[in-house]
């Protein structure tokens, strides 16, 4: 699926594993904290209730963004692929 190659290409950036957690948890926090908090309408797609109660609580801070975790010689194009 298209956020397998998403997490792909990052990966083939990065030069490392992208969303490492040590547990589902922890990879859903890892998740969030760079991309963000998924709003209630995306949220009706997940199915898993534990991970939807974990998005629903999960911190709504500002992501951090892509290009703060990828090396700083990412090109542009890159990213917004």
């Known amino acids: 699926d298209i956020w397998s190659v998403g ?9 490392k594993p992208f969303f490492q957690g040590n547990n589902p ?24 209730p534990v991970a939807r ?9 500002a992501p951090t963004g892509l290009k ?3 090396s700083p010689d990412v090109d542009e194009d890159a990213l917004d692929l």
């Open 53 to 61: 109660l974990a998005l629903q609580r999960a911190s709504r801070s």
């Open 25 to 48: 948890h922890h990879q859903l926090t890892l998740i969030v904290s760079i991309l963000g908090c998924p709003n209630q309408e995306e949220l009706g797609f997940t199915t898993h």
């Open 7 to 15: 997490c792909i290409f990052a990966e083939l950036l990065s030069r």
């Open 68 to 70: 703060q975790n990828l």
